[in-house]
């Protein structure tokens, strides 16, 4: 691979979904069964004994991962999958209707809280609140004002450039998105090297816990949480771990 590679160099229209989705998640990993766990968690926390739902979410960058989805579909009427890979939008578009029965040992982790609980048809659910995937760019978040209410970003900025100044930017243009006080999480590959996807290389950017604080700050509020996974089980070569964010954007 080049040493350097920005988003617009990659060919993302290429990307090979079902390659991706049968190495990651035909089964679920330990990891993803960590992340979903604190997730969950920080959503609940948040709006459990509110009352009312929110009215719009967003999952940035979704790919043919279902799970950022799940962890918001208890608290708003809406959510919105923004994808730029072409493939990646048509298998989001054919699980709408009644996604793969993979994806139920994801769901059944959530339900340990009550939100997620009291969802008697969680396929149902997420037929009506979750939206045809919309063809965007993260980066294209940066030029509009903040419309959604909660957002996920999971494995997006660090995995799309090799260039530390679009990761940042990334960051900040999904910050930008959400309203003020709209609780978050979004995920990250630690010292990611690339990752090959079929016979594509894609890039990503080497990045840690630091540089991910670096990124955040003075956008997010003082209680949020931002951690290296205990999870030491990779899911493939080329990184060294994972760091995760939870948190609300600075009102």
């Given at each position: 691979?080049?040493?350097?590679?920005?988003?617009?160099d990659?060919p993302?229209?290429?990307?090979?979904?079902?390659?991706?989705?049968?190495?990651?998640?035909?089964?679920?990993?330990?990891?993803?069964?960590?992340?979903i766990?604190?997730?969950?968690?920080?959503?609940s926390?948040?709006?459990?004994?509110r009352?009312?739902?929110?009215?719009?979410?967003?999952?940035?960058?979704?790919?043919?991962?279902?799970?950022?989805?799940?962890?918001?579909?208890?608290?708003?009427?809406?959510?919105?999958?923004l994808?730029?890979?072409?493939?990646?939008?048509?298998y989001?578009?054919?699980?709408?209707?009644?996604?793969?029965?993979?994806?139920?040992?994801?769901?059944?982790?959530?339900?340990?809280?009550?939100?997620?609980?009291?969802?008697?048809?969680?396929?149902?659910?997420?037929?009506?609140?979750?939206?045809?995937?919309?063809?965007g760019?993260?980066?294209?978040?940066?030029?509009?004002?903040?419309?959604?209410?909660?957002?996920?970003?999971?494995?997006?900025?660090e995995?799309?450039?090799?260039?530390?100044?679009?990761?940042?930017?990334?960051?900040?243009?999904?910050?930008?998105?959400?309203?003020?006080?709209?609780?978050?999480?979004?995920?990250f590959?630690?010292?990611?090297?690339?990752?090959?996807?079929?016979?594509?290389?894609?890039?990503?950017?080497?990045?840690?816990?630091?540089e991910?604080?670096?990124?955040?700050?003075?956008?997010?509020?003082?209680?949020?949480?931002?951690t290296?996974?205990?999870?030491?089980?990779?899911v493939?070569?080329?990184?060294?771990?994972m760091?995760?964010?939870?948190?609300?954007?600075?009102k």
């Amino acid at each position: 691979m080049a040493d350097h590679i920005l988003n617009a160099d990659a060919p993302w229209d290429d990307f090979d979904t079902r390659e991706y989705i049968g190495h990651n998640y035909l089964v679920m990993q330990a990891v993803d069964e960590e992340i979903i766990t604190l997730v969950r968690d920080h959503f609940s926390d948040h709006f459990e004994g509110r009352g009312d739902r929110v009215p719009a979410g967003i999952d940035v960058g979704a790919g043919p991962n279902l799970y950022p989805a799940f962890t918001m579909l208890p608290w708003c009427d809406s959510i919105t999958q923004l994808e730029r890979s072409a493939n990646n939008r048509e298998y989001l578009l054919r699980q709408r209707d009644w996604y793969e029965p993979h994806w139920d040992p994801f769901w059944k982790v959530l339900t340990e809280r009550r939100g997620y609980r009291d969802l008697d048809n969680p396929r149902e659910r997420f037929k009506q609140v979750v939206q045809e995937p919309v063809e965007g760019s993260l980066f294209e978040l940066c030029a509009g004002k903040p419309r959604w209410d909660i957002g996920t970003m999971f494995f997006v900025a660090e995995s799309i450039t090799t260039s530390l100044k679009e990761f940042r930017q990334g960051v900040h243009c999904f910050m930008n998105a959400l309203k003020p006080g709209a609780p978050f999480a979004t995920a990250f590959m630690e010292h990611s090297q690339g990752y090959r996807v079929g016979d594509i290389e894609f890039p990503a950017r080497d990045i840690d816990k630091e540089e991910v604080e670096r990124a955040l700050d003075g956008l997010v509020e003082d209680d949020v949480q931002i951690t290296r996974l205990e999870t030491s089980d990779l899911v493939r070569d080329g990184y060294t771990g994972m760091i995760l964010a939870r948190g609300r954007r600075k009102k």
